[in-house]
């Protein structure tokens, strides 16, 4: 099956800084990579995801970066707020048409934006 | 926090105990999921569901069971022969040809 690693495991940046989350999956046939973010005691949300057919997406000051050769992919926040502080899970999975997505998560990666 | 929702938030059974977590969704979708997951781990799969009527295993589906007879609910038994029961429980759906899922607000489960 699927395995997904997450690194780092903690992180701690200064407002303003840019702060990078990295993953790599072993499955070469997955093919959606979500990116969810998790408040202490709520619902994983999901914040960005990225398809295997392209190799960059942004969303203001989130991006997401894939290498499928490689099978990695990252998580660049720029311009961090403490807002940003949570933690961090990205996922993988290969979905066909008409069946569920089964992801595999990471360990997490709990960011912590200083003053 | 409407469209998927979990209860109760928390819960505290004896050992030994059979124990159901409710999740309901609104949003029409056709997959239901369950996860678990444990502090300093990220979430594992327990089991899934496509249709009504239909589930699948996920990584660590022993010592639980679910049951899907209405396309709005998939509730998640956990039953006396799961070993360590204790953890945080979230409820997730998506549609079936899509792949985001919307996770429910979770069930935290305390059993001693």
């Known amino acids: 099956g699927e395995n997904v690693e997450q690194h780092p495991s903690t992180l701690s940046v200064q407002e303003g800084d840019s702060a990078v989350i990295k993953c790599t999956y072993s499955?070469?046939?997955?093919?959606?990579f979500p990116w969810y973010k998790q408040e202490l005691g709520k619902r994983p949300q999901l914040i960005i995801d990225?398809?295997?057919?392209?190799g960059e997406k942004k969303d203001q000051r989130i991006a997401v970066t894939l290498n499928k050769t490689a099978k990695h992919f990252s998580l660049h926040i720029t311009e961090t707020q403490p807002e940003d502080s949570a933690v961090y899970f990205c996922?993988?999975?290969?979905?066909?048409?008409?069946?569920?997505?089964?992801?595999?998560f990471g360990t997490g990666t709990r960011l912590q934006v200083t003053l | 926090d409407g469209g998927i929702t979990q209860s109760p938030k928390y819960l505290f059974r004896k050992e030994g105990q059979n124990v159901t977590l409710s999740c309901e969704q609104n949003?029409?979708?056709?997959?239901m999921y369950w996860y678990r997951q444990d502090p300093g781990q990220g979430l594992r799969l327990i089991y899934y569901?496509?249709?009504?009527?239909?589930?699948q295993k996920g990584d660590i589906a022993e010592g639980y069971s679910v049951s899907r007879e209405k396309k709005e609910s998939f509730p998640l038994t956990v039953t006396s022969a799961q070993k360590n029961p204790t953890a945080f429980y979230l409820c997730?759906?998506?549609?079936?040809?899509?792949?985001?899922?919307?996770f429910g607000p979770g069930t935290r489960l305390t059993v001693t």
């Open positions: 997730a759906s998506s549609l079936s040809r899509g792949n985001e899922q919307y």
């Open positions: 996922a993988a999975s290969r979905s066909d048409t008409g069946t569920a997505s089964k992801l595999t």
């Open positions: 990225i398809r295997s057919n392209v």
């Open positions: 569901s496509q249709i009504v009527n239909d589930f």
């Open positions: 949003l029409n979708h056709d997959a």
């Open positions: 499955d070469s046939a997955s093919n959606y």
